[in-house]
């Protein structure tokens, strides 16, 4: 109990660490406040919900992911190297595909309410 305990302290601080060093982090935790905001301002539904906190952790953990391959490359490869370059790229890519993901749940979902409240 005490070694799970501290294993899910230090996964609290990886996360912690790429909040504070990643930019990309940070603009994704601003989306994800902003998203959460705008479900609590509409009363979004339980399913609706489940789907946008779906959305919200897949990026996060897309690019978690992502830090760790950056950082690990960055130890085994500090010079530059084609496989380096293809790691570090398909990486970048899987953060792409989830944002694409979380961008069409947040279009389909919280985009016809906020029309229909403004038009
Ligand atoms: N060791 C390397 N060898 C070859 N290409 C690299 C290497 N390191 C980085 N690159 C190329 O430069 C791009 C940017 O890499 P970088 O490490 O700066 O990450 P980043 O995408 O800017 O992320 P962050 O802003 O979080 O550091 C990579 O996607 C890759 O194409």
Redesign the pocket.
């Known amino acids: 109990m005490a070694k799970f305990v501290r294993n899910v302290g230090l996964a609290l601080s990886g996360i912690g660490l790429a909040i504070r060093t990643?930019?990309?982090m940070q603009i994704h935790c601003v989306a994800a406040v902003i998203v959460v905001g705008l479900g609590l301002f509409l009363s979004l539904d339980a399913i609706r919900w489940s789907l946008i906190v779906f959305a919200i952790g897949l990026v996060v953990s897309a690019e978690l992911i992502?830090?760790a391959i950056?950082q690990a490359?960055?130890l085994a490869?500090?010079?530059?190297?084609?496989l380096?370059?293809a790691a570090?790229?398909v990486a970048?890519g899987a953060v792409l595909a989830a944002a694409l993901v979380a961008i069409t749940i947040g279009l389909l979902i919280l985009g016809p309410p906020l029309l229909a409240l403004f038009s």
């Open positions: 990643q930019r990309h992502n830090t950056e490359v960055d490869s500090p010079e530059r190297h084609p380096a370059k570090k790229d970048a």
